[in-house]
């Protein structure tokens, strides 16, 4: 590979914004005062579905999409007709999509990072017309679902998880569900 001229002299600075990413979408997203226009679902989903939960230390791949999935459906057998509360589940972490997922070691570490991810969080769930009070109510299922996910990885369950889905199949998945779920929340409505 040769240098080229246009890169060395590029000024990435240029672009560059205080406290902002870039995104899958082309937007800018202030992570410390998020604009709700600039949270978009292909985003999130995009974020998600190639964000390895667990920093990747698992057997097979397997994204924070997919974690998020399974929650939502897991609220889905207790609460079948609770289109609200199972894509409040699905959404439950879409913060990470924009920050990544920090282990719960030192995530604890790091108060400020917790507050930028509950404030993103209220964003998000305030852009999608959710009512953040679920999100106590979603706790227990995306702890049962840790521990699934922890017996499946750490202690040789495999039963557990029998389909790993990969980033793209993650995505669709994500879209899919979000989208089945919005449907069923507009239908309600009429």
Known sequence: MEYNNDVLNYDVKQHYKEGCINTMSGRLINLLK????????????????????????TKNYFSIAQH?????????????????????????????AYIGDMVSPIKSMFPLFKTIENDLTHAIFEKFEMNISLMPKIKPYDNYI???EYMTFYL???????????ADQAELFFNVRFNTLIHKINSKKR
């Open 34 to 57: 998020p604009d709700l226009n600039d949270i978009v679902l292909r985003d999130i989903a995009s974020g998600l579905s190639k964000k390895a939960h667990y920093s990747g230390q």
């Open 68 to 96: 998020s999935i399974l929650v939502s459906k897991l609220i889905e057998n207790d609460f079948p007709n609770d289109y609200k509360l199972q894509l409040a589940g699905l959404m439950h972490d879409a913060a990470e």
């Open 146 to 148: 840790l521990k699934l």
């Open 156 to 166: 040789g369950y495999d039963h557990l998880i029998n389909e790993y889905l990969n």
